[in-house]
């Protein structure tokens, strides 16, 4: 697992409230005209009411057998830095959940502010109950017990169609979720406050009854 180097936080606190202020999809329409696709699959959909904004600690799933350990859950996420997201990728597509209740508790004590699971959760009333923000592909009461087995990337792990690095900053809305490259989010978060001023100008030039051709001229 992935543990930021304390001394350089990349998210300080000033730079969270900024991308708080944005969605993930004036993030996702940034991103597209750096060239780069930073939205997961609309398949991963929010787990309740949800808002996160955090850096990335990815893990991944594998299968595995039943006599083979998996890592155990302090280990997992005892490292986590606090307001990160995790981001848990799967190596191939399971029915079983890759999340659940306890390690929602275990994750949120130790300061993590949500998760995204490319797959299926589970303890779904617990996970709510927590106010751990989480987005999944839905949810399944199966357990992953015996089934996968958690590893700790060197690298990063694809999650809803997207390579997310170590790092990376995750904002989850009720659109969806983005993935901001590490070295971007500065100027990824200035753009985005822009665009939406200007999108908020439209909006209130179409409310005064201007014409819309005309609204979407004057944004520019």
């Known amino acids: 697992m992935w543990i930021p180097d304390k001394g350089d936080p990349m998210l300080t606190s000033a730079l969270r409230q900024q ?5 993930s999809s004036t993030i996702a329409d940034v ?3 750096h060239g780069l696709r930073g939205y997961m699959s609309a ?3 929010a787990i309740g009411p949800c808002k996160i904004v955090g850096e990335a600690v990815p893990v991944l799933k594998v299968p595995t057998a039943a006599s083979v350990p998996d890592t155990p859950m302090h280990e997992l996420l005892g490292g986590l830095p606090a307001g990160s997201v995790v ?11 890759l999340w659940g209740g306890l390690m929602t508790v275990a994750a949120k004590q130790r300061g993590a502010v949500g998760a995204v699971v490319d797959g299926y959760v589970r303890d779904a009333q617990e996970v709510l109950a927590e106010e751990f923000w989480i987005f999944a592909r839905g949810t399944s009461p199966g357990t992953s017990r015996g089934r996968l ?3 700790r990337p060197e690298a990063g792990v694809t999650c809803g169609g997207i390579l997310v690095n ?6 989850g809305d009720t659109d969806g979720v983005a993935a901001i490259p590490r070295d971007l989010v500065q100027e990824v978060a200035a753009q985005a406050l822009a665009l939406d001023q200007r999108d908020r100008r439209v909006a209130d030039l179409l409310r005064q009854g201007v014409s ?9």
């Open 166 to 171: 170590p790092g990376d900053i995750i904002v």
């Open 43 to 45: 398949a991963l959909k």
């Open 212 to 220: 819309v051709p005309e609204a979407f001229r004057l944004r520019q």
């Open 87 to 97: 981001v848990v990728g799967c190596s191939e597509p399971a029915e079983c959940a």
């Open 31 to 33: 991103l597209d005209g």
């Open 149 to 151: 087995r958690t590893v």
């Open 19 to 23: 991308l708080a202020l944005t969605t």
